[in-house]
């Protein structure tokens, strides 16, 4: 027999383990002002976060939010000949499934173990009672934590210039997300 909490962590769990989202060609082409994050030859995995300005054969200009004394946009070149990837931002989603997910988890270790104590006293819980507000209660929090943080979508822009005996101008154009945006 299935219980309601089991019914509501199999859908978290079906929900957290929905397969990403692919992005297809034909390739974004980023505008002034859309967000990308570049990373350069010397540090292929290393990736930087900015503002698109320009970007040509020649460069790539943006804008970088510095924290410090000051905190500002400060605008930046790059050669395009030193950058190993450029990838602009597609979309923006939520993390909802994910977080049932960890909170269902967390919540039936939980109710695992206040279902341990004894059932003595009339304002006490019984196990069962115990047991299911524990799943349902991280299962509720973790998804309105997960609905509330977001997680950016990047896509990979053919740089300018390149060839095709370069292997990064041949790549496949796939999504990648869980980094944050800068500032804005």
């Not at 173990?113 to 059932?119: P, T």
């Amino acid at each position: 027999m299935r219980t309601p909490g089991s019914i509501v962590l199999l859908l978290a769990v079906l929900a957290a383990c929905a397969p990403s989202r692919v992005v297809t060609t034909p390739a974004p082409v980023p505008e002034a002002g859309s967000h990308i994050r570049y990373s350069l030859r010397y540090d292929p995995y290393r990736f930087t976060k900015a503002r698109l300005l320009s970007l040509d054969a020649d460069s790539l200009a943006f804008e970088r939010f510095i924290v410090g004394d000051r905190h500002a946009w400060v605008a930046d070149r790059v050669p395009t000949d030193s950058i190993a990837r450029l990838q602009v931002r597609i979309d923006r989603r939520g993390n909802a499934g994910r977080g049932a997910l960890i909170g269902g988890g967390i919540g039936l270790v939980l109710g695992a173990l206040c279902s341990l104590g004894d059932s003595d006293n009339w304002l006490q819980p019984t196990p069962g009672e115990c047991f299911l507000s524990g799943i349902f209660t991280g299962v509720g929090t973790g998804l309105l934590v997960g609905a509330l943080s977001r997680s950016d979508v990047w896509a990979p822009v053919p740089l300018p210039g390149r060839g095709p005996e370069d292997p990064a101008a041949n790549a496949p154009v796939t999504a990648a997300a869980g980094v944050d945006s800068p500032p804005e």
